[in-house]
């Protein structure tokens, strides 16, 4: 989930490599019709990269493409071109992008065209706007559609019928089509081979997001961790690629680790560790390094976030299972953190925030993002209510540089550190329950 960057960007190895890889896969995408490649468009959270592997299908997300559109700074012109079709403001800037970025040849990162897909693979987790995205999508390819409907967690746990329904859809309705696109029936011992890679790769994927327990922290999860979840996202899991990733990627952040250094920023490594946050909501695309540097310039490191689990929570234990193939992939897709109701929602930013002792919360409340924003107020009263430490409230989009403002959002984070400071001077810790400083009301909406 990188984008192009200038020269002056200072990078982890493991980034270069992702920028290899997702460079590699979009030049493959360019040539799929002329290499009698499939393509299918499908989406991040609950993906079934495993499945499409054994397939052997590319997968185009279309979620990354409008947030590599926004970190090229194109994404403007496209929710403008989708706007002049009718498209309201308030809708899903992700959708708009996309729309626009279609309207004007479907032109991808590395400057080629993207295929036209094969099969529209619909898996539903939790964002309602997925299903309008793909009626528009529909408009315009005469291609197969598989749904897959993945029931919401409303009780806050995986039911058994949950897992059979789903599993039925993969038996009934998804594998056929996969069949009937590429001609090719299914292997669900190549399934395994493909799951068996995933583990391989989650093991060192949560080794990296729990070294931020430590003091200072070697990454930062939310900045760097969207990096770092690209290929399990996306196109690499259940891949000997992704594995070599997520090893590569795990001895580099060890050895910071043992050195007792901290991130490494696209300014370069990043000072004194000075707050400990955890950061609820996606980032803003448009502005996303002059939006880190308001962090580390401050000496603020983020150990823990929700939106680096969008694509499923290994960090609370889940790994697919080889030996339970369409099992597995039915809990992987109910379990995605757009997927989970807000007492769950609630109950994970309450861990992080005391697991990996951080000072605060910080939500970024993202304009068009429904599946984010809804509740987002009811979570930081409630986690600030249950931990007893101050919350803090920023707002921007994902990719429309209209509603980023550098400066608005620079003097709420200065002024919610500043108070975070003020309290540790005085040794005052806000008590549970205790009511909202100002500077919090400040920072609502």
Request: proline share 6%; net charge negative.
């Given at each position: 989930?990188?984008?192009?960057?200038?020269?002056?960007?200072?990078?982890?190895?493991?980034?270069?490599l992702?920028?290899d890889?997702?460079?590699?896969?979009?030049?493959?995408?360019?040539?799929?019709?002329?290499?009698?490649?499939?393509?299918?468009?499908?989406?991040?959270?609950?993906?079934?990269?495993?499945?499409?592997?054994?397939?052997?299908v590319?997968?185009?997300?279309?979620?990354?493409?409008?947030?590599?559109?926004?970190?090229?700074?194109?994404?403007?012109?496209?929710?403008?071109?989708?706007?002049?079709?009718?498209?309201?403001?308030?809708?899903?800037?992700?959708?708009k992008?996309?729309?626009?970025m279609?309207?004007?040849?479907?032109?991808?990162?590395?400057?080629?065209?993207?295929?036209?897909?094969?099969?529209?693979?619909?898996?539903?987790?939790?964002?309602?706007?997925?299903?309008?995205?793909?009626?528009?999508?529909?408009?315009?390819?005469?291609?197969?559609?598989?749904m897959?409907?993945?029931?919401?967690?409303?009780?806050?746990k995986?039911?058994?019928?949950?897992?059979?329904?789903?599993?039925?859809?993969?038996?009934?309705?998804?594998?056929?089509?996969?069949?009937?696109?590429?001609?090719?029936?299914?292997?669900?011992?190549?399934?395994?081979?493909?799951?068996?890679?995933?583990?391989?790769?989650?093991?060192?994927?949560?080794?990296?997001?729990?070294?931020?327990?430590?003091?200072?922290?070697?990454?930062?999860?939310?900045?760097?961790?969207?990096?770092?979840?690209?290929?399990?996202?996306?196109?690499?899991?259940?891949?000997?690629?992704g594995?070599?990733?997520?090893?590569?990627?795990?001895?580099?952040?060890?050895?910071?680790?043992?050195?007792?250094?901290?991130?490494?920023?696209p300014?370069?490594?990043?000072?004194?560790?000075?707050?400990?946050?955890?950061?609820?909501?996606?980032?803003?695309?448009?502005?996303?390094?002059?939006?880190?540097?308001?962090?580390?310039?401050?000496?603020?490191?983020?150990?823990?976030?929700?939106?680096t689990?969008?694509?499923?929570?290994?960090?609370?234990g889940?790994?697919?299972?080889?030996?339970?193939?369409?099992?597995?992939?039915?809990?992987?897709?109910?379990?995605?953190?757009?997927?989970?109701?807000?007492?769950?929602?609630?109950?994970?930013?309450?861990?992080?925030?005391?697991?990996?002792?951080?000072?605060?919360?910080?939500?970024?409340?993202?304009?068009?993002?429904?599946?984010?924003?809804?509740?987002?107020?009811?979570?930081?009263?409630?986690?600030?209510?249950?931990?007893?430490r101050?919350?803090?409230?920023?707002?921007?989009?994902?990719?429309?540089?209209?509603?980023?403002?550098?400066?608005?959002?620079?003097?709420?984070?200065?002024?919610?550190?500043?108070?975070?400071d003020?309290?540790?001077?005085?040794?005052?810790?806000a008590?549970?329950?205790?009511?909202?400083?100002?500077?919090?009301?400040?920072?609502?909406?």
């Amino acid at each position: 989930m990188s984008g192009a960057q200038t020269e002056d960007v200072h990078k982890e190895p493991s980034m270069r490599l992702q920028k290899d890889m997702i460079g590699g896969h979009f030049q493959a995408l360019a040539n799929a019709k002329k290499n009698g490649k499939k393509v299918v468009y499908t989406f991040v959270p609950g993906n079934l990269a495993e499945l499409l592997a054994a397939f052997e299908v590319l997968p185009v997300l279309p979620e990354i493409n409008a947030l590599q559109s926004g970190m090229r700074k194109k994404s403007g012109m496209f929710i403008g071109e989708a706007e002049k079709l009718g498209h309201s403001e308030d809708v899903c800037t992700y959708v708009k992008c996309d729309i626009g970025m279609l309207k004007n040849g479907n032109i991808g990162p590395t400057g080629e065209k993207l295929p036209d897909p094969d099969l529209l693979l619909l898996s539903y987790t939790g964002c309602f706007t997925f299903l309008k995205w793909f009626e528009l999508l529909r408009q315009e390819y005469d291609c197969p559609i598989a749904m897959l409907h993945v029931p919401y967690q409303a009780d806050g746990k995986i039911e058994p019928g949950h897992r059979e329904y789903v599993v039925n859809q993969l038996r009934t309705e998804v594998i056929p089509k996969l069949e009937e696109v590429t001609g090719k029936k299914f292997d669900i011992d190549k399934l395994r081979e493909h799951l068996k890679l995933s583990v391989q790769a989650e093991d060192d994927f949560v080794a990296v997001l729990e070294s931020a327990k430590h003091r200072p922290s070697p990454i930062d999860s939310y900045f760097g961790g969207v990096y770092y979840i690209g290929p399990m996202f996306t196109s690499f899991r259940g891949s000997e690629a992704g594995v070599t990733y997520y090893r590569a990627l795990r001895q580099e952040v060890e050895k910071r680790l043992a050195a007792g250094v901290g991130p490494i920023t696209p300014d370069g490594p990043m000072g004194e560790e000075k707050f400990r946050l955890v950061v609820e909501g996606p980032p803003n695309w448009t502005s996303f390094r002059e939006f880190w540097k308001m962090f580390h310039d401050e000496g603020a490191v983020v150990v823990a976030s929700s939106y680096t689990k969008v694509g499923g929570l290994y960090d609370r234990g889940f790994r697919h299972d080889p030996e339970n193939p369409l099992e597995t992939l039915a809990d992987y897709c109910a379990g995605c953190y757009t997927n989970l109701n807000l007492p769950q929602r609630i109950d994970l930013l309450c861990q992080y925030v005391e697991e990996f002792d951080a000072d605060g919360l910080l939500i970024n409340s993202v304009k068009s993002c429904n599946s984010f924003s809804a509740g987002q107020l009811l979570i930081l009263r409630e986690v600030e209510k249950r931990t007893g430490r101050p919350g803090g409230f920023v707002e921007s989009d994902l990719v429309d540089p209209r509603y980023f403002s550098g400066a608005n959002i620079k003097n709420r984070l200065e002024s919610y550190l500043q108070m975070i400071d003020q309290k540790r001077s005085v040794g005052v810790s806000a008590a549970p329950g205790m009511p909202h400083s100002k500077v919090d009301v400040e920072m609502g909406p």
